[in-house]
């Protein structure tokens, strides 16, 4: 069974940064694809960034472009989402997914398989 859990959500300043996490239990995606994604209250969930690691791949949402990096961490088992610069529009929950699909990162919610939890990212003006 495949467990991904989020962390590192919270309250933030515009302008500033934070890190979340994605611990992936019961088999690694180190070779596959995961994605962040997030969703504002009344909005559709929407995706932020993609990476495959088995095509070498990496895709951002334009809104995202140049402020938010996936990694990972392979001993660890976790992916991670730096985000900075960050400003309101960036509020939403934010989830991470993984697909055991190989090619470029989808940024369909359908397409991945596995979900965490989600955390709460709130960025006051």
């Known amino acids: 069974q495949v467990q991904l859990v989020e962390s590192g959500g919270g309250l933030v300043q515009a302008g500033g940064s934070l890190r979340l996490s994605c611990a992936a239990s019961?088999?690694?995606?180190?070779?596959?694809?995961m994605g962040w994604f997030r969703q504002a209250p009344g909005k559709e969930r929407e995706f932020v960034v993609g990476?495959?690691?088995?095509?070498?791949?990496?895709y951002s949402a334009d809104s995202v472009k140049g402020r938010f990096t996936i990694s990972r961490d392979n001993t660890k088992n976790t992916v991670y989402l730096q985000m900075n610069s960050l400003n309101p529009e960036d509020t939403a929950v934010y989830y991470c997914?993984?697909?055991?699909?190989?090619?470029?990162?989808?940024?369909?919610?359908?397409?991945?398989?596995?979900w965490g939890q989600g955390t709460q990212v709130t960025v006051s003006s």
């Open positions: 997914a993984g697909s055991f699909t190989t090619g470029s990162p989808s940024t369909v919610p359908g397409e991945y398989p596995y």
């Open positions: 990476k495959s690691w088995s095509a070498g791949r990496t």
């Open positions: 019961g088999r690694t995606f180190s070779s596959y694809t």
